[in-house]
């Protein structure tokens, strides 16, 4: 099987090159760069680098008689056409890596099936583009231009990125703030529900979807089983650092308002349950979680631990975080003890 994958290097992209390799398939990256040393030194690949973009570049590889293009870097309903019109007719199956964000937030009915409503707010613009991006290819595959299967992973992680996502998304500095002790900030109450996967196991159902007709013209959810609260979630990341956590709440409309843009993510996505159903993903293409959150967080802590550790959560570039921090303890005291006497107790 030949096997063209774009963007194969980054954090999916890299595990989907390995389980494809050990497959024996005959793999083409399309990549801007390579994002982190992750293949054995064995492992033979023919690697382009260029800009999926570069629409010439794209004619030029697409008639190298592919079977299979899987696609982990296609964030634009205008890149999703290029594709489209660049591969039809070339290839028996594209393979397009969405997200699971495509989806209606808050849900109507937990868990999240594959026919949930889709319709992300345009204030989400990467779960909106993506969405865009999906119709494209469902299109594609409705005039049988090329069989079209959609890969919706949640939450995915492994080793040179975080396996605990903040309030601010995806910077480590509050890795290093509970390493050392100090507060860190949750949204709401932290009992939202979520699930972090690490990305070996997306990797093994991706490959069985290939040139596998009972996967074409269908979506798939990949999320983690273990589906736990943020709590839960932030105490085994302390626990595998051997610390106490330390969290404070705050609600997540507060951050939208203060951090507009560092905390968008939280708004339009962390603050909401984010629980999927992957029982489609189990029949037709065998997927399991194999690998427990927490061992995935011993893999990567230890990964930063060899590899220059967390963001210094010291540095004046979060400064702003503790400065907050401040601010709203103080306030939420104040606001307390105001109640507390102009209300009276109740109990």
């Known amino acids: ?113 594959e026919d949930a409503e889709r319709n992300p707010r345009k204030s989400f613009a990467y779960a909106w583009k993506k969405a865009q991006c999906e119709e494209v290819f469902f299109k594609a595959h409705r005039e049988k231009r090329c069989a079209v299967t959609i890969i919706r992973p949640a939450h995915t992680y492994c080793e040179g990125v975080t396996p605990l996502l903040q309030v601010f998304g995806w910077t480590t500095d509050h890795l290093d703030r509970i390493r050392k002790g100090k507060p860190v900030m949750l949204h709401g109450d932290g009992t939202s529900l979520w699930s972090s996967l690490y990305a070996e196991d997306l990797a093994i159902p991706l490959a069985r979807a290939l040139l596998n007709p009972v996967a074409y013209g269908k979506a798939y959810n990949i999320a983690s089983e273990e589906i736990m609260c943020w709590n839960r979630l932030y105490e085994i990341v302390a626990d595998v650092i051997g610390v106490p956590l330390c969290p404070v709440y705050v609600p997540a409309r507060v951050l939208g308002q203060v951090f507009p843009e560092k905390a968008l993510w939280c708004v339009e996505n962390f603050q909401y349950s984010n629980v999927f159903s992957v029982a489609l993903a189990k029949e037709d293409l065998g997927f399991a979680t194999r690998t427990s959150y927490r061992d995935g967080v011993t893999r990567c802590l230890r990964w930063f631990a060899e590899n220059g550790g967390f963001d210094n959560s010291d540095s004046p570039r979060f400064d702003f975080y503790e400065r907050f921090l401040k601010v709203w303890e103080t306030s939420m005291r104040s606001l307390t003890e105001t109640l507390v006497r102009d209300t009276g107790s109740v109990g």
């Open 1 to 113: 099987m030949k096997v063209l994958v774009i963007g194969g290097t980054g954090t999916i992209g890299s595990f989907v090159t390995q389980e494809l390799w050990k497959r024996g398939y005959e793999i083409t990256l399309l990549v801007r760069g390579l994002s982190r040393q992750v293949f054995p030194n064995e492992l033979e690949t023919s690697v382009v680098h260029g800009d999926r973009r570069d629409v010439s570049l794209l004619r030029t590889i697409a008639e190298h008689n592919f079977d299979v293009v899987v696609d982990l870097a296609c964030y634009e309903p205008q890149d999703a056409e290029t594709a489209v019109q660049t591969f039809s007719g070339k290839i028996e199956q594209y393979l397009f890596v969405s997200t699971v964000d495509v989806y209606t937030k808050p849900a109507a009915v937990y868990p999240v099936t």
